[in-house]
Nanobody
Framework: QLQLVESGGGLVQPGGSLRLSCAASGFSLDSYNIGWFRQAPGQEREGVAC????????SYTDSVKGRFTISRDNAKNTVYLQMNRLRPEDTAVYSC????????????????????WGQGTQVTVSS
């Protein structure tokens, strides 16, 4: 059964760091692009970062460039999101998602590309 389980969220002060994990099961991670998305209260879900399964290339939304890093460990079937220099505006529920298309040659931060989602993990940045 296909499953994505996020962990690693929590409360952190501004300027702090967190590392989120997305553990995948029921499919082979090395065949699919994975994206991280977030949704703050009252706002639409937005793409944060994605990693391509074929080339290893990554993509980030502008607001997190230079602060967040997405990586994958195919042997552990896990994708990570390292978040540094966190800001209050990063507060949201963070979810990982699997691309619907196996082996798509690029990853993008389009919600419509992703059909399988985890339950999410809460990240709160506050002093």
């Amino acid at each position: 059964q296909l499953q994505l389980v996020e962990s690693g969220g929590g409360l952190v002060q501004p300027g702090g760091s967190l590392r989120l994990s997305c553990a995948a099961s029921g499919f082979s991670l090395d065949s699919y692009n994975i994206g991280w998305f977030r949704q703050a209260p009252g706002q639409e879900r937005e793409g944060v970062a994605c990693t391509n399964s074929r080339t290893g290339s990554t993509s980030y939304t502008d607001s997190v460039k230079g602060r967040f890093t997405i990586s994958r460990d195919n042997a552990k079937n896990t994708v990570y999101l390292q978040m540094n220099r966190l800001r209050p505006e990063d507060t949201a529920v963070y979810s990982c998602a699997r691309d619907d298309y196996q082996g798509r040659p690029y990853c993008a931060l389009r919600r419509s590309d992703y059909g399988h989602w985890g339950q999410g993990t809460q990240v709160t940045v506050s002093s």
